[in-house]
């Protein structure tokens, strides 16, 4: 039995036919190209805003730098934008050039190994942005039972700066998560009963 297409199998499990499934497979490549150009850009532009921060306070006669090394929080995110962006670059010019020549072979080691890229980098942008986030909190609120001073109170501009650089870090992890879930999709239905079918891109 089947309905606008779609087929029912004994388990009452939805199955895709035909030009359905090309239909499927056509926005699944458009969201993750639009995705891996986004992640891209956002990983970027977060580098580049707390890469170039810095400001200078002048106390009495000693000036004092802050800058982004200061923190090894900011390193570690700056390091994981940088990951970020050559990795998304790379997997951007691979779905481009797919969808040019409209059918490449999308098998299951290639399959895996995007599969297993996009969660290295999902899990890498998570722990880069917790640690900036927690910095940032310390930064602005200070932690009086250690006598950490609010930082944030000197050097303004530095910690507005950062804040916008974290907060599109925060937008880029969370399209890594999506983007993880889609290369989850494109990997697993290769092992359903329309793989083979759905198994070139």
């Not at 481009?96 to 996009?118: E, T, Y």
């Not at 650089?165 to 998560?177: D, I, K, P, Q, R």
Request: glycine letters at 8%; a positive charge.
């Amino acid at each position: 039995m089947s309905y606008l297409g779609v087929g029912v199998s004994p388990g009452n499990v939805p199955v895709f036919h035909g030009s359905n499934l090309r239909v499927l497979d056509k926005r699944v490549r458009l969201a993750e190209l639009i995705l891996r150009c986004l992640i891209c850009a956002l990983a970027v532009v977060s580098a580049v805003l707390i890469g170039t921060d810095t400001q200078v306070k002048e106390f009495f006669t000693i000036k004092k730098r802050a800058k982004f090394t200061d923190m090894k929080a900011l390193v570690f995110l700056v390091v994981a934008d940088g990951i970020a962006a050559a990795y998304s670059f790379f997997q951007l010019v691979r779905c481009g050039v797919s969808m040019v020549r409209g059918s490449v072979l999308f098998n299951k080691p290639l399959a895996w190994a995007i599969f297993s890229g996009d969660q290295i980098l999902a899990y890498l942008s998570m722990a880069a942005v917790a640690a900036s986030v927690q910095s940032a909190v310390f930064s602005k609120y200070g932690q009086t039972e250690l006598e950490w001073m609010k930082t944030c109170t000197l050097f303004g501009k530095f910690c507005n700066q950062i804040g916008e650089g974290v907060a599109t870090s925060v937008v880029m992890t969370l399209s890594t998560l999506i983007l993880s879930a889609i290369s989850a999709f494109s990997l697993f239905r290769l092992y359903g009963d329309k793989g083979k079918e759905s198994g070139r891109w």
